[in-house]
């Protein structure tokens, strides 16, 4: 029985839920999962510029793990490259800091402390026509654009 994997921490979300190529249409059945903790070990990496160590101390996880992630990442957006395929970011086993929000009206992203409870408005707008993105890259709502 393998043991019960260690919950990796995430700052912020991705702007976008995939790529897709331009002439294909999208074919969610052969689409590459990059998962969440897969992408913020590629941003953290090849975007900010961060060590393995530095990663390794965000994310809560070992130093070879991050390694393994980061591996791992890099070889399902190589084969989505090459393949043609579309790719999602999605799922994982994860724990996202604070509960991130996008506002339906205005299109603004925002966090919000998981301590506050009630209704949530939209700091630009003060809608509450929301998409939980917490909820959104984590489980797939199913519910928003991105999801369906």
């Known amino acids: 029985m393998s043991r019960r994997g260690v919950m990796r921490t995430l700052s912020e979300l991705p702007l976008i839920k995939g790529f897709r190529p331009l002439w294909l249409r999208t074919n969610y059945r052969q689409a590459v999962i990059l998962r969440l903790e897969e992408y913020e070990a590629f941003r953290l990496v090849d975007y900010e510029g961060m060590t393995h160590e530095?990663?390794?101390?965000q994310?809560?996880?070992s130093r070879p793990t991050v390694t393994r992630i980061y591996?791992?990442?890099r070889k399902k957006l190589a084969r989505a490259l090459v393949e043609g395929r579309t790719f999602i970011i999605e799922g994982g086993n994860v724990e996202v800091i604070g509960e991130h929000?996008?506002?339906?009206?205005?299109n603004e992203r925002f966090v919000v402390d998981t301590d506050v409870r009630g209704q949530v408005f939209c700091p630009e707008c003060d809608s509450d026509r929301l998409t939980n993105l917490s909820e959104c890259f984590v489980r797939g709502c199913g519910r928003c654009r991105r999801c369906k």
Do not use: H, R, T
């Open 101 to 106: 929000y996008q506002c339906d009206n205005c």
């Open 59 to 61: 994310m809560n996880v």
């Open 54 to 57: 530095q990663v390794a101390e």
């Open 71 to 73: 591996d791992e990442a």
